[in-house]
């Protein structure tokens, strides 16, 4: 075909479609809503106010939440058979909004500011590199995704929603820390380093489950259900006394199993990630 030459949408004069599927974008629009609301609080929040923690709370939890929804987008579009470009470009944007901006601006705003009293600029590099590499990061899963015709069952890097949802909890953790009136010391410098370091993750060639074909079969996962819920129950109930403390221990578990993931027996890998092979193995017996 010639350069410049008409493709066959534009010779026929129909305007290309889009296809534009209305749960999983919902669920993408409210990882964004949440993304911005995040912003809002943080902007709100005045040191010299009494009310300093609840708004900081308030904006971690909205950052949180924003997690959940882009957790559930991904497999709503999927069970449904609803996975589109759209819906791959639309979430990107919206995690750059919500994992990105908010927590470097969260985290510059609140301890990056304090911790670089004499060089804030050097707070606000940390925080600019941390959003960079989760742009680059973002930009790489579309490309890759898109020759590849999907996300896959693996991301490379470490995914930009863990890498918010690990700086949103340890600033959890570091306000009921400042809360009961303990030490920092040089405990203070640890967020910064621990930034950097998920920067160069997010952009670095370790691979992470994604999770994407968690066996849901009630057969499999009666029991896992019954503890999950029973769980969940826990965490609700007493989040205040356990969610400072929980969700950093997740999400660090998360990032430490991308180096242990390649040295694990292959059979308990399958165990942890439960990968669905029954349809394989069924066509197989077939």
Not at 248 to 269: E, K, N, Q, S
């Amino acid at each position: 075909m010639a350069a410049g030459a008409p493709s066959n949408a534009e010779s026929s004069g129909e305007t290309p479609k889009v296809r534009i599927y209305l749960l999983p974008n919902l669920l993408t629009a409210g990882n964004l809503f949440c993304g911005f609301l995040a912003l809002t609080k943080i902007v709100e929040a005045d040191l010299n106010n009494p009310n300093f923690h609840h708004v900081i709370r308030t904006a971690l939890l909205f950052i949180l939440l924003a997690c959940i929804c882009d957790l559930l987008d991904g497999r709503v579009a999927r069970m449904g058979g609803c996975e589109s470009p759209f819906g791959r470009e639309f979430d990107s944007l919206a995690d750059l909004i919500s994992f990105g901006v908010a927590p470097a601006f969260l985290v510059q705003r609140i301890v990056l500011k304090d911790v670089f009293v004499k060089y804030p600029e050097v707070g606000w590099a940390i925080a600019s590199i941390y959003l960079i590499c989760g742009a680059l990061r973002l930009a790489r899963f579309n490309c890759l995704a898109a020759q590849a015709g999907g996300g896959g069952k693996e991301f490379l890097g470490f995914p930009i929603p863990a890498a918010a949802g690990l700086v949103a909890s340890l600033t959890l953790f570091l306000l009921w820390w400042d809360e009961k009136d303990f030490a920092t010391g040089h405990w203070r410098y640890l967020l910064p380093v621990i930034m950097l370091f998920l920067s160069v993750m997010m952009v670095s060639e370790v691979k992470y489950p994604a999770f994407k074909s968690i066996d849901w079969h009630t057969k499999r996962t009666f029991t896992k259900m019954v503890v999950t819920i029973l769980m969940i129950g826990a965490v609700i109930i007493l989040r205040k006394l356990i969610l400072p403390f929980v969700l950093p221990v997740i999400f660090t578990a998360y990032l430490l199993y991308g180096f242990i993931r390649p040295r694990m027996p292959g059979r308990i890998r399958h165990e942890i990630e439960e990968e669905d092979d029954d349809e394989e193995d069924s066509e197989a017996e077939a």
